[in-house]
């Protein structure tokens, strides 16, 4: 049974960066899609990056140009770099393992922008 665990969110003033990370276990990770996503208080949980096998990624207009998902084949991790955040990114953060009949989802990591 794969599993996945994020570290790295933490509280972080308005402007500043965090870099989460997501490790999963087992040996199939490169045939994966991979994707980051938030949940709020009070709001339904959104997709935030996507990144396909080959690399391709997507993202929610609201981090366009402030987020970049990566991934390293090689470490089984997916990573989510979070430049010039805002109070709006405050969330817990979830990874997930896109699967045919039953996605996998981390256990999520709290990510707070205040000063």
């Known amino acids: 049974q794969v599993q996945l665990v994020e570290s790295g969110g933490g509280l972080v003033q308005p402007g500043g960066s965090l870099r989460l990370s997501c490790a999963a276990s087992g040996s199939t990770f490169s045939i994966y899609s991979m994707a980051w996503y938030r949940q709020a208080p009070g709001k339904q949980r959104e997709l935030v990056a996507h990144?396909?096998?080959?690399?391709?990624?997507n993202y929610a207009d609201s981090v366009k140009g402030r987020f970049t998902i990566s991934r390293d084949n090689a470490k089984n991790t997916v990573y989510l770099q979070m430049n010039s955040l805002k109070p709006e990114d405050t969330a817990v953060y979830y990874c997930?393992?896109?699967?045919?009949?039953?996605?996998?989802w981390g256990q999520g990591t709290q990510v707070t922008v205040s000063s």
């Open positions: 997930k393992q896109d699967r045919i009949i039953v996605d996998v």
């Open positions: 990144i396909s096998t080959s690399g391709i990624t």
